[in-house]
Each structure stands twice: as structure tokens, then as C-alpha cells.
């Protein structure tokens, strides 16, 4: 009876965990065009220049990475590439 009174719960907090997943999916694609304007007002002529195409990459495995999970946890062991993390050449 026990598992009764549980299930509602757990489901519950499942609806709120995929619906803070999404959001996080839905800021992040927002992030586009900051990204944008950020790299047309960059300075060409810098010697270290901001790695904008690997930001983009980086934060595309992440939703990505989301948009699996919420599609349908798997049973089988994925591989991920690494993140760059590092944005600076």
C-alpha cells in the first residue's frame, strides 16, 4: 500500500524534473544569439581570439545531451565526446 501512496510523488517529481530539464534546453538555445552578437563585436586583430565555434559545439553536446535523456533514458552505456571547455586560441 505503501507504493500506492509513493507512485503519485515520484511521478510528480519526474513532471517537474523534465519540465526544469527543458527549460534548461530552451535557455541554452536562446544562448545562440548572444553568442552571435558577442562574435560580430569581437576584435579580429586580437592575438588571443575567443573560440566561438567550439562554445557552440560545447553547449550543442550539452543540450544534446539533455534532449537524450528526456527522449528516453538509455538502458545501454553511451559514449559522449569531451567538452572542449577551453575557448581561447
Known amino acids: 500500500m505503501v507504493c500506492a501512496i509513493c507512485a503519485p510523488v515520484y ?11 527543458q527549460q534548461i534546453v ?20 586580437e592575438r588571443i581570439r575567443f573560440r566561438y565555434d567550439w562554445l557552440r559545439r560545447d553547449l ?3 543540450k544534446e545531451g539533455i534532449q537524450d535523456h ?3 533514458p538509455s538502458t545501454e552505456p553511451r559514449t559522449f565526446d569531451p567538452l572542449q571547455g577551453d575557448y581561447r586560441q
Open 11 to 21: 511521478h510528480a517529481d519526474t513532471v517537474a524534473e523534465h519540465k526544469a530539464l
Open 70 to 72: 528526456l527522449d528516453g
Open 60 to 62: 550543442k553536446l550539452v
Open 26 to 45: 530552451k535557455e541554452l538555445r536562446q544562448l545562440d544569439k548572444l553568442i552571435d552578437k558577442a562574435e560580430r563585436e569581437a576584435n579580429p586583430s
